[in-house]
C-alpha cells in the first residue's frame, strides 16, 4: 500500500490537463461563466420575432411591448404587431421610444417628426404635439405628472408636457449642449440628464429639481454616449467607455470613492439596468452583453467581475440595444437579431467538470459532505459550498466510485484502487484480472465490493481483492448499491438479490409489475429504513421486508427512475429520462400505502435550465448525491448539473389574464371587453394570454362561455378557444390561469359580446310564426267543428226523416185502424137500446178510443213538426207547464240578438232546459229562479237557483244513484258538442252552465271572410 500526496507541481499539472479538455469541441458552446445558474431563451426571426429591437417596456396588464420597425406586445408566445388604425395618417411613424405612464398607460415616441402616442383601448391613438422634432429618443414622467421626451438630434431636444400644453424647454431650462442620452426621474422627483457632445468625444451630467428654474450641470468626467440608470435603493449609475460606477447614493448625495467597474472593449454605449438581486446587466451595441452580479462588491471579488455573453454563446446578435427587467425579475435584452431571455435556471450545469458522453462520469459522496466526480481521466473535489476541483489524475476513462464508510471515497480503475479522502490519496492494489467493471459498494461490515461485466463479483478486505464463490459466482449483474442496513444490493434481472455476510437472498419482482428493474436506491432522509427499485413501467418501495408498488397507470412519470435523493427539508428529488421531479416525501409515503392517493409534484426539466436529463442507463454506480451544502448533484450527458433548492424560489405572482383578441368571420377586435357581433354570426375565435413570462409555456388556463359550457374547460397551454353554432344572445367569456408553479389568478379576465339575431331568428318573426300557428291551428278547429256540425246536422236530419216515416206509419195504420174501429164500435152503440148496461159501457170505450186517437194524433204531429220560435218563449212554456209555485220567482232573461236555432239543437236545448228546471222545482226548494240567455259566439245557457244547494258527492259522481237526469243531460250536451257543467254556487243554490258551439246551435251561420 502506497501512500503518497499530490504537489503543487502536479495539481498545476492537472489543472492545465482539465482546463484543456474544457476547451475541447465537446464544451465549444459551454455557457460562458457568470451565465451557469441563468435559463438562456432566445427568439430571432426564424421563431417569429421581429427583429432591430430597440426598446421594450412592461404596462400593468403584463404585455411586454417592444419598439422595432412597428409596435409590438408579446405576451410569452405570439409577437402581436399593433399597426395604427386605418385613416389615422400615420403608417409609415416608426417608435423609437416607449414608456409606461403612472397611470399604466403605454406612451410612444416616434420617427419622422410623428410625434407621440398612446396605447389606448387596442389601439395606438395620437397626442397633438405641435411641432415635433424629427424622432424622439426617450421618455420620463415627474412625480407631479409632468410628461419629459428627448428628441434623437440637436434641435428641439427636450419636450415637455403639462396638462394639455407641449412646450419646447431645453433653452428655457438652460439645458447643456449635447444630445440627450437618458432621461431618468430620481425618487425625490429630480431629472437625470445624460449628454453626449456633438463630436462624440464626451458626456455631460446635469439635473432639475422638482422647484428649479433651470438644469444644473454636475462636474464629473464621463466619455462620449453615456448612460445612466438607478439601482433597486435609488442611487444613480453611469455606464460608459470609461466604465460602470455609482455616481450618487440613494439620497443624492454625490459618491466620489467608488471604484469604477472596467468597461467592455469595444463598447459603443452601455444601456444598463439592475436585477432584484442589485446585479447589473448592460449592452454594448456592437460586442453583446455584460452583467456584474454585484456591483457593490468590492474590486477583486468574484461578484464585481464583468462576465460578457454574446452571438457566440447564442445571443440573437452582438448589436444588443436596450436591457429590461420584467415584473418576476427576468432579464430581457433587445438585439438587431430579435430579443433574449435570462432567468433564474433551476438547475446549474457545471462549466469546470467536462462531458463524456462515450464513456459516462462516475461520483460518490464522503461521509463529510464532500463530492468526487470522475470525468474525462480525472477526479474533481467539490467541498461544500466550493467550487470543483481537480485533485486526482486517472490512467483511464473506466472508474467506479462509491462511498467509503470511514470517510472519503473509493476510485477503482483496472490496475489500481485509490482510497479519496479531502486531499489525503491512497493507492492500493487493483483488483485481479483487470476485466471491465460495472460499479463498487461497501457494506456496513466495511467489504468492498466490485462487479464486473463477466458476471464476476470480487470483494476486498485488509487482506485484498478475492473473488466470490458460491451462489455469489455467477451473477447476470447490472448494478450494485449499499442497503439502508448496510447489507449489499445487487440488481440482478428481472430481479434483486441482497447480499447480508456471504448469505445470498432474491426478491422477485415479478408480481410488481414494474417492467425490467433499472436502478436500486436507498432512502437517506431522516431515519431512512426504504430500499427504492425503480423500472421500466414504476416504482417499487421496500420497507420492513414488504413491497408496495407505484405504477404508470396511476403515474406515468414514474417510470424510468434512474436516481433519487431525499432531502432533510422533507422533499424526495427523483431523476428519470423524461426530467426530474420533486415530491413531499410524507406524500409519497402516502401513495404508497394507499392506492387511492394522489402524488403532486414539481417537474424540472430543460424549461428550467437542465441541459439534459440522466446518464444512459449503461454507466452504473451512484448517479446522484447532496453535498454537504444542500446542493444535490447528479450526472447527466452534458456533464455535472446540482440544485440548489434553497434557492428555488417558486413564482408566487398569479399571472395578468387577459383577452386579446375576439375575431368572427373577416373581422377582429383587440383588447376586446363588450363586443357586438353582425346578425347572422355562428363563429368566434377567442384568443387570450395568461402573462407569466418565467416559463410561458407552462401557463395553464381555465375557459368557460356562460350558457355554452356546463363546466370549467380544461385548456392546457392552449390559448385560443373556438365557438361554432352559436346563436342570437348575449354571451360572457371567462378566462382564469396559473404561472409554472401553480399560483392561480382566479379573478381572470372577462368579456361580453352579443350576437344580433338575423330576421329569421327575431322575435318578430317568431311572433309572426306564433300567429301563423295559430292562424292555422283555428283554421284547424274552425274545419273540424265545421265538420262536426255538419255530421251533428246530418245525424238531425237523419232523426228528423225516421220520425216523419215513423208518424206516417202511426197515421196511416194505427190510428186510422183505430179511427175505424172507432166508427164501428159507435155504430153498434147506436143500434143498442139506450136502457141497455153494455150500450153506457161501449160509449166510454168509444170516448177513451177518441182521447187514444186525439193524443196518437198529438205524437204524430210531434214526430212530423220541430220546435220552432223564440227560445226564450219556450222556456216560459216549460217553467209554465211545471206549474211552480207561486211564491218562487221565476225570472228569464237574454244577452245578444237573438238567433235562430237549429231545430234539432232547439230539441235538445229544451229538453236539457226541462230537465234542468225540472230539477230545480222538484228538489231545490228554491224562492229565486234564474235562467239566462245567452247569444254569442256559442250559445249559452244558464240555470240558477238559491235553493239548498246539490250535493257534492253527486256533482262528482255526474249522477245520483237510480236517478238518470243529470246522465242524461250531459249525453244530450255531449251530442251536442257541447259542455255541461253543474256546480254548486258559494252563497247557496246550484248552477248549471250549458255551452253549445254556435256553429251547431244556429241554424243559421255569420258569413266570415276567408277560411274561417
Not at 404585455?63 to 409596435?71: F, I, P, T, V
Not at 454507466?619 to 454537504?628: K, L, M, R, T, Y
Request: aromatic share 8%.
Amino acid at each position: 500500500m502506497i501512500r503518497y500526496f499530490l504537489n503543487l507541481a502536479g495539481r498545476l499539472s492537472l489543472l492545465l490537463s482539465v482546463s484543456l479538455l474544457a476547451s475541447s469541441d465537446v464544451l465549444a458552446q459551454a455557457t460562458p461563466p457568470g451565465f451557469a445558474s441563468y435559463k438562456h431563451v432566445r427568439a430571432a426571426a426564424d421563431d417569429g420575432a421581429p427583429d432591430g429591437l430597440l426598446r421594450i417596456a412592461q404596462t400593468p396588464d403584463g404585455y411586454l411591448w417592444l419598439a422595432g420597425d412597428a409596435l409590438y406586445r408579446f405576451d410569452g408566445a405570439t409577437f402581436e404587431r399593433i399597426d395604427w388604425p386605418a385613416g389615422s395618417g400615420k403608417r409609415h411613424a416608426s417608435p423609437s421610444a416607449l414608456m409606461v405612464s403612472r397611470r399604466g398607460e403605454l406612451w410612444v415616441g416616434l420617427r419622422d417628426t410623428g410625434g407621440v402616442a398612446i396605447y389606448r383601448k387596442g389601439a395606438l391613438r395620437a397626442i397633438p404635439m405641435p411641432d415635433p422634432p424629427r424622432g424622439l429618443a426617450a421618455f420620463a414622467e415627474t412625480p407631479d405628472g409632468t410628461i419629459w421626451a428627448s428628441s434623437m438630434g440637436l434641435d428641439k431636444r427636450l419636450q415637455r408636457l403639462r396638462g394639455s400644453r407641449w412646450d419646447q424647454v431645453d433653452d428655457t431650462l438652460k439645458l447643456p449642449p449635447g444630445y440627450v442620452m437618458d432621461l431618468v426621474v430620481a425618487q425625490s422627483g429630480r431629472l437625470w440628464v445624460a449628454l453626449s457632445a456633438e463630436d462624440g468625444d464626451s458626456g455631460a451630467l446635469a439635473f432639475l429639481d422638482p422647484s428649479a428654474a433651470r438644469f444644473q450641470k454636475v462636474d464629473v468626467q464621463l466619455s462620449g454616449r453615456p448612460k445612466i440608470a438607478l439601482d433597486r435603493s435609488g442611487a444613480l449609475w453611469v455606464s460608459d467607455s470609461i466604465g460602470t460606477r455609482m455616481l450618487f447614493d440613494s439620497i443624492g448625495t454625490r459618491v466620489k470613492s467608488r471604484a469604477v467597474i472596467p468597461p467592455v472593449p469595444g463598447i459603443m454605449r452601455a444601456s444598463i439596468v439592475f436585477d432584484r438581486n442589485g446585479g447589473i446587466w448592460g449592452t454594448t451595441g456592437a460586442t453583446g452583453i455584460f452583467h456584474i452580479a454585484d456591483p457593490l462588491a468590492g474590486r477583486g471579488s468574484s461578484g464585481s467581475l464583468v462576465h460578457r455573453f454574446g452571438a457566440a454563446n447564442g445571443l440573437t446578435s452582438d448589436t444588443t440595444y436596450a436591457p429590461f427587467v420584467d415584473r418576476e425579475g427576468n432579464v430581457w435584452i433587445t438585439t438587431e437579431g430579435g430579443i433574449d431571455q435570462f432567468r433564474r435556471a433551476a438547475a446549474e450545469q457545471s462549466a469546470a467538470i467536462p462531458a463524456d458522453p462515450a464513456n459516462g462520469l462516475a461520483m460518490a459522496r464522503s461521509s463529510e459532505g464532500s463530492i468526487y466526480i470522475a470525468a474525462r481521466g480525472a477526479v474533481f473535489q467539490i467541498p461544500p459550498n466550493g467550487i470543483p476541483t481537480p485533485i486526482l489524475k486517472l490512467r483511464t476513462n473506466q472508474v467506479s466510485m462509491c462511498s467509503a464508510r470511514n470517510g472519503g471515497v473509493w476510485v477503482i480503475e483496472p490496475g489500481k484502487t485509490v482510497r479519496l479522502d479531502k486531499e489525503r490519496i491512497r493507492i492500493l492494489s487493483g483488483y485481479p484480472g483487470g476485466g471491465a467493471k460495472i460499479a463498487c459498494a461497501e457494506d456496513g461490515a466495511g467489504i468492498l465490493w466490485l462487479g464486473l461485466a463477466t458476471g464476476a463479483l470480487l470483494w476486498r478486505d485488509q487482506a485484498g481483492w478475492h473473488r466470490a464463490e458460491g451462489s455469489l459466482a455467477d451473477l447476470k449483474l447490472w448494478d450494485m448499491t449499499t442497503g439502508p442496513s448496510g447489507d449489499l444490493v445487487l440488481i440482478t434481472p428481472p430481479d434483486i438479490a441482497i447480499v447480508r455476510g456471504r448469505h445470498l437472498s432474491t426478491i422477485k419482482l415479478a408480481p410488481m409489475a414494474i417492467g425490467t428493474p433499472w436502478a436500486a436506491m436507498s432512502g437517506n432522509g431522516p431515519a431512512a429504513k426504504d430500499l427504492f427499485i425503480s423500472g421500466s413501467s414504476g416504482l417499487v418501495r421496500m420497507r420492513d421486508n414488504q413491497l408496495h408498488r407505484l405504477d404508470e397507470k396511476r403515474f406515468p412519470w414514474i417510470t424510468w427512475i434512474r436516481t433519487l435523493q431525499q432531502t432533510s427539508d422533507g422533499k424526495t428529488w427523483l431523476f428519470s429520462r423524461t426530467g426530474v421531479y420533486r415530491v413531499a416525501t410524507t406524500d409519497l409515503d402516502r401513495a404508497f400505502d394507499d392506492p387511492r392517493a394522489p402524488l403532486p409534484y414539481t417537474k424540472f426539466d430543460a424549461l428550467d435550465g437542465l441541459a439534459s436529463t440522466v446518464q444512459q442507463g449503461g454507466f452504473a454506480g451512484p448517479q446522484s448525491a447532496v453535498a454537504g451544502d444542500g446542493k444535490i448533484w447528479f450526472l447527466n450527458r452534458q456533464g455535472t448539473a446540482f440544485f440548489d433548492p434553497a434557492k428555488l424560489q417558486p413564482n408566487s405572482l398569479p399571472p395578468p389574464v387577459t383577452i386579446r383578441s375576439l375575431a368572427s368571420s373577416d373581422r377582429t377586435w383587440r383588447d376586446p371587453v363588450d363586443v357586438v357581433l353582425a346578425a347572422g354570426t355562428r363563429t368566434v375565435d377567442i384568443v387570450y394570454a395568461g402573462l407569466s413570462f418565467t416559463v410561458p409555456q407552462r401557463v395553464q388556463f381555465l375557459y368557460r362561455l356562460d350558457g355554452v359550457d356546463d363546466a370549467w374547460v380544461d385548456a392546457g397551454s392552449r390559448r385560443t378557444a373556438s365557438y361554432s353554432n352559436l346563436g342570437p344572445g348575449r354571451y360572457k367569456f371567462r378566462v382564469i390561469a396559473r404561472n409554472s408553479d401553480g399560483v392561480w389568478n382566479r379573478t381572470g379576465a372577462t368579456l361580453t359580446f352579443e350576437i344580433k339575431p338575423t330576421f329569421l331568428q327575431s322575435w318578430l318573426f317568431k311572433l309572426l310564426c306564433a300567429a301563423a300557428l295559430l292562424a292555422l291551428m283555428w283554421l284547424a278547429y274552425s274545419l273540424r267543428l265545421r265538420t262536426v256540425a255538419d255530421r251533428i246536422h246530418l245525424r238531425m236530419d237523419e232523426r228528423t226523416e225516421e220520425r216523419e216515416r215513423i208518424a206516417r206509419e202511426l197515421h196511416d195504420t194505427l190510428l186510422q185502424s183505430v179511427q175505424s174501429l172507432t166508427l164501428r164500435f159507435q155504430l153498434a152503440a147506436d143500434d143498442l137500446p139506450g136502457d141497455m148496461p153494455a150500450r153506457a159501457s161501449l160509449i166510454n170505450a168509444i170516448d177513451t178510443a177518441d182521447k187514444v186517437i186525439a193524443e196518437g194524433r198529438d205524437r204524430v204531429r210531434e214526430l212530423r213538426s220541430q220546435q220552432k220560435g223564440d227560445l226564450e218563449q219556450i222556456i216560459c212554456d216549460v217553467v209554465a207547464r211545471l206549474d211552480f209555485d207561486p211564491a218562487v220567482v221565476v225570472s228569464i232573461a237574454s244577452t245578444g240578438a237573438a238567433r235562430t236555432l237549429d231545430p234539432a239543437t232547439l230539441e235538445e236545448v229544451t229538453r236539457i232546459a226541462s230537465e234542468a228546471l225540472f230539477n230545480i222545482r222538484r228538489h231545490a226548494y228554491a224562492s229565486e229562479v234564474t235562467v239566462e240567455i245567452g247569444y254569442g259566439a256559442d250559445l249559452e245557457m244558464r240555470f240558477a237557483d238559491n235553493g239548498r244547494g246539490i250535493d257534492a258527492d253527486v256533482v262528482k259522481a255526474g249522477r245520483k244513484a237510480g236517478h238518470y237526469g243529470l246522465l242524461g243531460m250531459t249525453e244530450r250536451a255531449r251530442r251536442l258538442r257541447g259542455k255541461l257543467a253543474i256546480q254548486r254556487r258559494s252563497d247557496r243554490g246550484t248552477e248549471v252552465l250549458l255551452t253549445v258551439p254556435g256553429k251547431i246551435a244556429y241554424r243559421t251561420r255569420t258569413t266570415r271572410r276567408g277560411p274561417f
